[in-house]
């Protein structure tokens, strides 16, 4: 299971920032639905010890996102269409409320970086995600999320982003058809209409679902 060298843990938070390494691995799909997680190359690889290392696979347990077998080997969960699926409609909903949320609270800064996220992966729009379109995605949810101010609401986004990139069949919509759903988001955020806001979101949401559905 090779690594990207500059995914070794360097900075002062080692448990938080090895919980991220591995949540940012399995979002880019370096670790694959269904792999076998072996604790100590991954903390080899990432330069940490198996400490935290194993305290970052328990959180990732607990929002059901790996699991671990009679013999006490973990792996990336392989999640099913119909999974997906009831995983959608809550998304809908959770994530529209978390854009209505995130409206009344969001400041100009926070509106730049996500207008930011996008307007450097226009170019490189086309008829398929790239392993850095997806991401860029699933980040911005994430951090739409966590705008909220709403922390329960928050880890469980965080917990769909990741289901839905353990979900081998690629649930992503063309960034073709995307790219202007989440610029239409920001912009509903820009002016703070909260109803906008969650409709669009809402809306977004529901296509990729049918899209899931239809596969």
Known sequence: MPINPKRRVRHTNVEEKTFEALKDMILVQELKPGERIIQDSV?????????PVKKALTKLAELGLVTVNLKGQIYVKRFSKKEMLATYDVREVLEGLSARLAAEKIGEKDIKKMREMFTCLKESVGESPS???????????????????????????????????????????????TLKDHLKIIDALANHNGELAETLMRTHIRATRKKIANS
């Open 43 to 51: 903390a080899n690889n990432l330069g940490v010890s198996r400490t």
């Open 131 to 177: 392993k850095l379109y997806a991401a860029t995605d699933l980040k911005f949810h994430e951090f739409l999320a966590q705008k909220s101010g709403n922390e329960v609401l928050c880890k469980i986004i965080q917990g769909f982003g990741i289901q839905i990139a353990a979900f081998e069949p690629g649930v992503f919509r063309s960034p073709k058809d």
